[in-house]
């Protein structure tokens, strides 16, 4: 019904900046929490922001906050993850994903996510 196609990974400097995107089709983009989820090699996968239907409620862990923003376009069915001061422990597969709400993301459940996009950051 949904499909979420993530962009933006790449490789990046220390200390240096990328936003992610995350493209949804269907309308149902609008009504359903979003979330960002990344994984490691070797480690196990990890919330990194959620953010409500209405772009008014947001969540960020700990290892990312006051440097990860998180936003959505409704009107261009797109999801952001604007990221800055990114540290070589950022390195891995950034996940979009929706879900009924953000607490339910905060706790892994989600109806849709996407393929994911490298981000690579080096020293």
């Known amino acids: 019904q949904v499909q979420l196609v993530e962009s933006g990974g790449g490789l990046v400097q220390a200390g240096g900046s990328l936003r992610l995107s995350c493209a949804a089709s269907?309308?149902?983009?609008?009504?359903?929490?979003m979330g960002w989820f990344r994984q490691a090699p070797g480690k196990e996968r990890e919330l990194v922001a959620t953010i409500s239907w209405s772009g008014s409620v947001t969540y960020y862990a700990d290892s990312v906050k006051g440097r990860f923003t998180v936003s959505r376009d409704g009107a261009k069915s797109t999801g952001y993850l604007e990221m800055n001061s990114l540290k070589p422990e950022g390195t891995a597969v950034y996940y979009c994903?929706?879900?009924?709400?953000?607490?339910?993301?905060?706790?892994?459940?989600?109806?849709?996510w996407g393929q994911g996009t490298q981000v690579t950051v080096s020293s």
């Open positions: 994903s929706l879900g009924q709400s953000t607490s339910r993301l905060r706790n892994g459940q989600f109806d849709y």
């Open positions: 269907g309308r149902s983009f609008s009504t359903r929490a």
